[in-house]
């Protein structure tokens, strides 16, 4: 029996994953632009906002 092969393309968990990746670049451009924030400052901030 031949193993399968897997095709990322087609693999939900990675493409979730491309999906998410490429709104977070789009956030950090904005924030950037916007506030002169980075994308590493952007998350803290939004973690320290959530407590």
Avoid: C, N
């Amino acid at each position: 029996m031949e193993p399968e092969i897997l095709e990322l393309e087609s693999f939900l968990p990675y493409r979730l994953y491309r999906l998410a990746d490429t709104v977070s670049r789009e956030f950090s451009r904005i924030y950037k632009e916007r506030h002169g924030l980075t994308r590493p400052e952007w998350r803290t901030l939004s973690g320290l906002g959530q407590h």
